[in-house]
């Protein structure tokens, strides 16, 4: 197979390159303008079509490619590709061979197109490439499945658990007892998920962990009594949420996810957390046990934040930051401990300022030492 090893190759026969998803059907610039709400010049012809999507800088006459960073203005200038969605502040650099979508915003109209050329890559499948019950899965007796759900090679579906119709639960997953998840929802491989309340058309990606007990121990000077946790998690409908992130049960109260919110890989979210509808938390971040975030809150990556306080809506935590007071609803913060981004922007000018005048100092030496003295 030319698979690489230490000192050499297993044998001289090429590795395949396997295209992992395939459009079943080109798009037309038709419909492209229709997804953007946009008319087309009278010159273009709507029937012409696309197969793809690529960056600028490797796209054919068959793709599609967009542009909203001026980083990227020379591969826009040399770009191949044959339709460009861009913004009007950009029109001069595309090159006479590529027809042009001017649209304000052109990332979202990207997104869309690619959703609709490769619909399967919305989604994590089944790991087995199958449908139904696959031999080798256990499913409890008990266990309530609507149609149309796939149960891959491995995964553990327990007593009284209940799944809904065009859900997938993928490789050595496990759904704990009387766990409910709803429709079209996608388990991904080795997940685990208990204690749970889970929405319609919620993604859990590989490795997540949802349900179990939380970090709650009565300290004492005779060692640390454990505190059973009989809370659930609650995930409302439309949330994501990346590889390898931890989600506790409640303690007492449950712990709720609340819908369309968006979380990224490796992110910890402890008991009695509650998060507000259309969140996001990027990678790495923490959030300690009973805090709030509300609506549309934004966790940069790495952000901590301490148990009992409150984000309020539409906050943005910088990335990096460590959060230990309420946050105000609209405010922007950073730093550690994080405040508002002005004050954490003119403390660090300052401080810069001064490091560079004592480097100064340090440099001209004390008084006396000079060459002239």
């Known amino acids: 197979m030319g698979l690489p090893r230490s000192g050499g190759w297993v044998d001289n026969t090429p590795m395949s390159d396997p295209q992992f998803f395939h459009s079943p059907t080109a798009i037309s610039l038709g419909e492209i303008a229709g997804i953007a709400s946009v008319d087309l ?18 796209a054919g006459a068959g793709d599609v490619a967009y542009m909203d960073n001026p980083k990227y203005l020379d591969a826009l200038t040399r770009t191949r590709a044959g339709l460009v969605l861009l913004s009007p502040k950009f029109l001069g650099a595309v090159p006479k061979s590529t027809v042009v979508l001017e649209l304000p915003n052109p990332y979202p109209v990207y997104a869309a197109i690619i959703e609709r050329l490769y619909p399967e890559a919305s989604s994590p499948g089944s790991a087995f490439g199958a449908d139904g019950i696959s ?63 889970i929405g319609n058309r919620v993604i859990i990606h590989p490795g997540v962990r949802i349900g179990q007990d939380g970090f709650g121990f009565a300290m004492g000077p005779d060692g640390h009594r454990k505190v059973p946790q009989i809370g659930r998690v609650i995930i409302q409908d439309d949330v994501e949420i990346g590889g390898n992130t931890t989600i506790d049960r409640g303690a007492s109260r449950d712990t ?6 968006k979380i990224d890989n490796l992110v910890q979210i402890a008991h009695n957390v509650v998060i507000g509808r259309h969140c996001v938390i990027v990678a790495q971040s923490g959030i300690a046990g009973s805090t709030r975030l509300d609506d549309f809150v934004v966790l940069g990556g790495q952000v901590g934040v301490i148990g009992h306080i409150r984000i309020g809506t539409g906050a943005q935590i910088a990335a990096t930051s460590n959060v230990n007071s309420d946050v105000p609803a609209g405010a922007r913060w950073g730093g550690t401990p994080a405040r508002p981004v002005q004050d954490w922007f003119r403390e660090m000018t300052t401080l810069k300022k001064l490091a560079s005048r004592t480097k100064t100092a340090k440099d001209d030496g004390p008084p006396g030492t000079g060459a002239a003295s």
């Open 41 to 58: 010049p009278p010159a273009v012809d709507p029937s012409r079509s696309f197969n793809g999507v690529a960056p600028l800088e490797s």
């Open 135 to 197: 031999p080798g899965s256990v499913v409890h007796p008990s266990a309530r499945l609507e149609p149309r759900v796939t149960i891959d090679p491995g995964a553990v579906i327990g007593p009284g658990a209940e799944i809904g119709e065009g859900s997938v639960v993928a490789a050595n997953a496990v759904i704990g007892p009387h766990v409910r998840i709803g429709r079209g929802c996608s388990i991904g491989p080795g997940a685990s998920v208990l204690h749970a309340l």
């Open 256 to 261: 709720v996810i609340g819908e369309g919110t």
